[in-house]
Structure formats: C-alpha cells, structure tokens
C-alpha cells in the first residue's frame, strides 16, 4: 500500500498540451499599445542583435518615439472592429487552435495558443497547460521557415520558462514544415484555388518576410529554406520561369537585406504592364499586418499605380480547410508515441 497524506494536494497529470505559437500582435490600435508591443518585439536581441547600449538609446530615442503612429495608422487599416479579437492574427491563430481541437477529438489533449509578443503569451500559457496536468506538451511554430528572429526566439522563451520549473513537462517543439509534402501541397491547392476563382495569372510572385543578408552568412538557413518552398511550389503547380518569382518584403534599418525586395519587384511589374499579378505568402501561416496591409493595400497600390492591371492576393492558409488539414497532419506527426 503506498501511503498518502490525507492533506496531499491533488496533482494533475496525464494530460498532453499543444501549444500553437505564432509572431504576435498588439492588443489594440492606440499609440500605448503598438508602443508596448514594439518594446517588446524590438528589445529582442534575435530580431536586433546591435550592440545593446547602441540599440537602446535608438529604440527608446528614435524609434519610439516616431514610429508607434505610423504603425498604429497601419493597424487600424486591417482592424476587425466591434470583433472580440480585434486582431486578424489573434482571431485566426485562436480559429485554428479551437479547430484543431475538434479535429484531434481526444479529451486527454489540451489545445491553446500563445503569441511570442504581446497577448497570450508563451510563458503564461505554458504555466496554464501545465496546471491542467499537461505532463507531457507540443510547442507548435507556426514558422515553415527555421529563421533566428522568428523560430529561434519561440524556443528561447520555451526555454526560459522551462528552467524556472521544479516539475518540467516534456516538451517537444515542432521542426520547421517548409518542405514537407503536406505542406506543400496545402500552399499549392490553395493557390489552386485562387486560380479557378481569379484567372490563372500572368506571373505568381512568392513574397517571404526579409531579413538582413547578413544572417545568410552567418549561417541562417532561412533563404535557402524559402527558396526550396518555392522551388517545390513552382514544380507542384508546373510553373514555368518566366510565370513564376520569389522576392523578400518588410526589410527594416539600413543594411542590405535578403533581395529582390517585393516592393521594388512590384512597381517593376507594374511598369511592365503585367495584366495580372497573383501573390501569395508561403512564409506565414496566418493573415496579419505584413499579408493583409504591406501586401493587400499597399503592395496592390505599387502594382496598380505603376501600370499593372489585375492585382490578385492570395491568403495565407489561415484556418481554411487546407491549412487545418496540414495542422492536424503536424500535429498528429509529434503525437504518435505519446498516444
């Protein structure tokens, strides 16, 4: 007989936790908010890895103080007003989790989500899982591409939470999908689709989020991860080179970035009278302000006003039926042995 004290507290096990991780966003659109998110967002050495004393007085100086309103302006574009989200992001991120909940259909498994900056986020929402008696939790990235700022930056924080347990869960932290064939071939069917509602365009230009090219030297394989998404996507959809591009967007700062740059390729096809453009964004998984404002509004206005003519945006996967499908499929892959 093993002995318990009366007075034990009750201890929650057996439960698995998956934990759907994604960038982030601010909780609302006024200047004190967008400021509290950019803190955050920019004080990451993963995504600014200047000197710190530099980068501080920059971002508290500068940055701070001249940028909140120009990306508050921008926010309020995509905004889902009088929505309990607000946030396109949030609202998606939140679909996909209670979606894929419904699909997995098993009471032992516990599914939520957290965003690396702003609301949810990680740490609390690991602290939560486990209280739940999630011994045993999936951190799944919602990054195809392994990058440093993005996917580097979810498992640091994971980490950081993990040292301050007395009782670790298990964790295991999804890979990088960006060649995996459910992958693509999610990407590609929805691209499909877009081509049988909108015209099979002239040219399908693929804009991944930029990063300094300096990282590629360093040893970063996100390039050469997006250029093999594309490589793969062109081949699923029998593209041809002369129909098919790649460009990189959002660059920040002055050093050179990943290149071409998407806004400089844009007014370039437009200036070459393209009759019609469709773009897509295989290195996110879910709708937010660099899909829905930098690509879809202001990105449609470079093409159109340098003379393109037919501007088709194709969304992220989002929690589409194609994008749920490829969740359940990742997500299954980690839980084979712990079910």
């Excluded at 392994?146 to 964790?171: F, H, L």
């Excluded at 404002?293 to 989002?318: A, H, Q, V, Y």
């Amino acid at each position: 007989m093993i002995y318990k004290p009366s007075d034990h507290p009750k201890i929650n096990i057996n439960k698995i936790g998956i934990l759907l991780v994604n960038l982030g966003t601010p909780k609302n659109t006024d200047i004190k908010s967008i400021k509290l998110y950019l803190r955050e967002f920019l004080s990451d050495r993963r995504v600014i890895d200047v000197p710190r004393i530099l980068w501080w007085m920059i971002l508290n100086l500068i940055i701070l103080n001249t940028r909140p309103k120009k990306t508050a302006a921008a926010y309020k574009k995509i905004w889902l007003e009088n929505d309990r989200d607000g946030s396109p992001l949030r609202k998606i991120t939140r679909l996909q989790t209670e979606k894929l909940s419904k699909l997995l259909n098993n009471k032992n498994i516990i599914t939520d989500y957290a965003m690396r900056y702003g609301e949810p986020s990680i740490r609390n929402k690991l602290s939560e899982l486990h209280k739940k008696g999630c011994d045993k939790i999936i951190a799944l990235s919602l990054y195809p591409q392994y990058s440093g700022p993005t996917t580097a930056t979810v498992n640091d924080e994971i980490c950081k939470w993990m040292i301050k347990q007395k009782w670790q869960p298990s964790i295991r932290i999804t890979p990088p999908y960006f060649d995996s064939p459910e992958y693509i071939e999610a990407i590609s069917k929805s691209i499909l689709k877009s081509f049988k509602e909108n015209g099979k365009p002239d040219i399908l230009l693929l804009s991944f989020h930029g990063a300094p090219k300096r990282y590629l030297v360093e040893g970063d394989p996100y390039h050469c991860q997006c250029a093999k998404t594309g490589r793969l996507i062109k081949e699923y959809l029998k593209l041809e080179d002369k129909n098919f591009m790649i460009s990189f967007q959002s660059r920040f700062g002055s050093e050179p970035w990943l290149q071409p740059y998407t806004d400089e390729t844009l007014e370039k096809l437009g200036n070459k009278k393209v009759k019609h453009l469709a773009i897509a964004t295989p290195g996110f998984s879910a709708d937010n302000i660099e899909t829905l404002e930098e690509i879809n509004i202001e990105g449609r206005e470079t093409f159109i006003n340098s003379g393109g003519k037919k501007f088709t945006f194709i969304p992220c996967l989002n929690d589409s039926s194609y994008g749920m499908d490829l969740l359940y499929k990742l997500a299954s892959n980690e839980l084979k042995s712990w079910l």
